[in-house]
């Protein structure tokens, strides 16, 4: 079996950035852009826990899901299995560039949230008491400040 494109990234050189993973075409012809938003250095750097990550992910889908110039791109965001970031798709093809503002809003509404997680309920998710806020705010302000506010290429090319 063929590896999949994600397992061919060289891991071990894999710096903290946006990248775009894949871009596909639907049969109906709309371009899918698949972002890796890789918050730590894979094997390098602590994993962000899964609890954080949970958070995170409710809290960000529910930005982009509302954001009025985006809302209408945003098909997906949701963590990768190995808890080194998330992945984003959104309709067009995109590059990093073309998201990076939209980025830090997310990742700055993350970092400054207040109050009750958005779905953090029985009714509203499998596993709800499943979620780290103050880890996914501090995970999510380290993103900003050290990675999105000083983006380089180096962040938003895939190593070779």
């Avoid at 560039?97 to 939209?102: C, N, Y």
């Amino acid at each position: 079996m063929e590896k999949i494109a994600s397992f061919k990234i060289d891991h071990l050189k894999l710096l903290r950035g946006v990248y775009v993973s894949r871009t596909d075409v639907t049969p109906s012809g709309d371009i899918i852009t698949t972002f890796d938003v890789r918050l730590t250095e894979p094997n390098r750097e602590k994993a962000v826990t899964p609890q954080a990550l949970h958070a995170m992910e409710h809290l960000a889908a529910t930005f982009l899901r509302n954001n009025d110039e985006w809302k209408d791109r945003i098909i997906y965001w949701g963590p990768m299995g190995c808890c080194t970031g998330n992945y984003l798709l959104m309709q067009g093809d995109l590059t990093p560039g073309d998201i990076i503002p939209l980025l830090k809003d997310t990742f700055r509404f993350v970092a400054e949230f207040e109050g009750d997680v958005p779905g953090a309920t029985p009714k509203d998710c499998g596993n709800y008491s499943y979620m780290d806020l103050s880890e996914a705010k501090r995970e999510a302000k380290r993103f900003l400040e050290e990675v999105l506010d000083k983006i380089s290429i180096e962040n938003m090319t895939y190593p070779q």
